[in-house]
């Protein structure tokens, strides 16, 4: 398997580095800060290879915090807010897409 900072970084708009936290699995997003949030309006938005490689290589670096960092695209609707650009960035903000069984 070929590293994240390996492949070949195509941004073709609005993009975030997100993750899945490595003590419960949530997903994440990098901040501008060099954190992490839960909260997709606080992710750091980049527009070129450059920054997004940069931010990456960031991400990747913090593996206590953050498993499987890779970039995202996302859209700004006309209000400024923030939304997954694709469907498997929905899912992923959303939860699963299954009832899941009860734990007693």
């Not at 839960?38 to 960031?58: C, G, M, Q």
């Not at 593996?63 to 899912?91: C, T």
Request: proline content about 5%; overall charge neutral.
């Amino acid at each position: 398997m070929t590293s994240p900072l390996q492949q070949k970084i195509k941004i073709t708009g609005p993009s975030v580095v997100t993750a899945n936290r490595t003590f419960d699995g949530v997903v994440i997003y990098r901040t501008g800060a060099q954190g992490w949030s839960t909260d997709l309006t606080e992710a750091a938005i980049v527009r070129e290879a450059a920054t997004a490689r940069a931010l990456l290589a960031e991400s990747v670096a913090d593996d206590v915090g953050a498993v499987g960092a890779y970039i995202a695209p996302v859209k700004i609707d006309d209000a400024g807010v923030i939304i997954p650009g694709n469907l498997r960035e929905q899912i992923r903000k959303s939860g699963v897409t299954i009832a899941l069984p009860a734990q007693a």
